[in-house]
T-cell receptor, first 117, second 115 residues
Framework: AQTVTQSQPEMSVQEAETVTLSCTYDTSESDYYLFWYKQPPSRQMILVIRQEAYKQQNATENRFSVNFQKAAKSFSLKISDSQLGDAAMYFCAYRSAYQGGSEKLVFGKGTKLTVNP | GAVVSQHPSRVICKSGTSVKIECRSLDFQATTMFWYRQFPKQSLMLMATSNEGSKATYEQGVEKDKFLINHASLTLSTLTVTSAHPEDSSFYIC???????????FGDGTRLSIL
C-alpha cells in the first residue's frame, strides 16, 4: 500500500519570504501523480499543484513550485514571496496512474503553515 | 470551472438519526465522485468511490450499510449516515473529477455532530 509522510506538523514563514514544505512517499508503482492541496480555515480543499511521475520537469504554478525527486521519493513544495492568504493546512497526496485502477487519493497528515506579517 | 458544492455545511442531530449529505458538481458532469472523512487534526481518508448508475466501491473497513451512497445522476451523489452515533461525528468531504486522470475538485465539506 502507498503511504505519504509529511514530517513537519507546523511551519511558519515571514510574509514575502520563501518556505519549503516536505513530503515523502512510498510506492512500488512507477507511474503515478502527486499533488499538493491547500485547506484554509474555510475548509475547502484547493488544488495547488500537480506533478506526473513520468515528467522529469518540476511543476510550477506562479509562486508555487515543487522539487520532485523520484528516486528519493520526495516531493517538496516551495512557496515564494509568501502572502498572508497562503496560511492554511497543506496536504501532500498520491494517486496511482494505473489505467483502470483506483483513483484513490492517499493523503499525508498535513502541515499547518502560518504566515507572519 | 470545476465547482463542487456540498450541502449542508453543518449538521447537529441526535443519536439514532439518519443524515443525508449531498455533493453536486455544478459546472461539469462527474461519472465518479469520492467521499472522504477527516477527523480533527488528521488527514483525509477515502471512504468510498461513488459511480453514477452503479454501486459504490467502499474502502476496507467502511460499513456499506452504515454509509449509504447513491449516485443517481451525473451531477449528484449523496451520502447517508444511517442511525448516526457520536462516533460518526466527523468532517465529511466529497470530491469529483471530470474525467479519469483529471484532478479531483473538492466540496466545502460537512461538519457532522451527533449528540
Amino acid at each position: 500500500a502507498q503511504t505519504v509522510t509529511q514530517s513537519q506538523p507546523e511551519m511558519s514563514v515571514q510574509e514575502a519570504e520563501t518556505v519549503t514544505l516536505s513530503c515523502t512517499y512510498d510506492t512500488s508503482e512507477s507511474d503515478y501523480y502527486l499533488f499538493w492541496y491547500k485547506q484554509p480555515p474555510s475548509r475547502q480543499m484547493i488544488l495547488v499543484i500537480r506533478q506526473e511521475a513520468y515528467k522529469q520537469q518540476n511543476a510550477t504554478e506562479n509562486r508555487f513550485s515543487v522539487n520532485f525527486q523520484k528516486a528519493a521519493k520526495s516531493f517538496s513544495l516551495k512557496i515564494s514571496d509568501s502572502q498572508l492568504g497562503d496560511a492554511a493546512m497543506y496536504f501532500c497526496a498520491y494517486r496511482s496512474a494505473y489505467q483502470g485502477g483506483s483513483e484513490k487519493l492517499v493523503f499525508g497528515k498535513g502541515t499547518k503553515l502560518t504566515v507572519n506579517p | 470551472g470545476a465547482v463542487v458544492s456540498q450541502h449542508p455545511s453543518r449538521v447537529i442531530c441526535k443519536s439514532g438519526t439518519s443524515v443525508k449529505i449531498e455533493c453536486r458538481s455544478l459546472d461539469f458532469q462527474a461519472t465518479t465522485m469520492f467521499w472522504y472523512r477527516q477527523f480533527p487534526k488528521q488527514s483525509l481518508m477515502l471512504m468510498a468511490t461513488s459511480n453514477e448508475g452503479s454501486k459504490a466501491t467502499y474502502e476496507q473497513g467502511v460499513e456499506k450499510d452504515k454509509f449509504l451512497i447513491n449516485h443517481a445522476s451525473l451531477t449528484l451523489s449523496t451520502l447517508t449516515v444511517t442511525s448516526a452515533h457520536p462516533e460518526d461525528s466527523s468532517f465529511y468531504i466529497c470530491s469529483a473529477r471530470l474525467r479519469e486522470n483529471q484532478p479531483q475538485h473538492f466540496g466545502d465539506g460537512t461538519r457532522l455532530s451527533i449528540l
